[in-house]
């Protein structure tokens, strides 16, 4: 298992994927970013990106964003069945993908991270070259 996702990373998910505010409260009740007032439901809110919620709510900003296809395909490009049968559609790589087990959350939450930069590493690229 990887390392715990560090704050950067998670800022990263929550600013740009999910395009919410990655809240600043300093020492006042309104954010100094989003200029939301604090409250009991939002009270220094920060995603932890170690929830099937965030882990579905960043799989729907991929399906949003219209790159669902190319996410399984990258998710599973290495992924070998012990059997040798077609890991896209086999029910291991599905319940794996969705964390069906109830653990891997964070993991999957983590790959989303390196697909979304990849991502937007290779839009870059590509946009200098049309450029």
């Known amino acids: 298992m990887k390392p715990s996702m560090d704050a950067e990373t998670k800022q990263y998910l929550t600013e740009t994927l999910l395009v919410e505010c990655w809240h600043e409260w300093g020492y006042g ?3 100094k970013k989003c200029k939301e007032m604090w409250s009991e439901s939002n009270s220094g809110y920060t995603r932890t990106f170690d929830t ?3 882990m ?22 290495d992924l070998e069945e ?14 794996w993908l969705f964390c069906l087990s109830g653990e891997g959350y964070e993991d999957r939450c983590q790959m989303v991270e390196e697909f979304w ?7 870059d690229s590509a946009g200098r070259r049309e450029g």
Not at 66 to 72: A, D, S, T, Y
Request: aromatic share 14%.
């Open 29 to 31: 009740i309104v954010c």
């Open 52 to 54: 099937r919620d965030d």
């Open 56 to 77: 579905m709510d960043l799989y729907e900003a991929i399906k949003k964003a219209g790159k669902w296809r190319n996410f399984v395909n990258w998710a599973f490009n």
């Open 82 to 95: 012990p059997d040798g049968g077609d890991s896209y559609y086999s029910t291991a790589s599905i319940a």
């Open 117 to 123: 930069r990849a991502t937007e590493s290779s839009a």
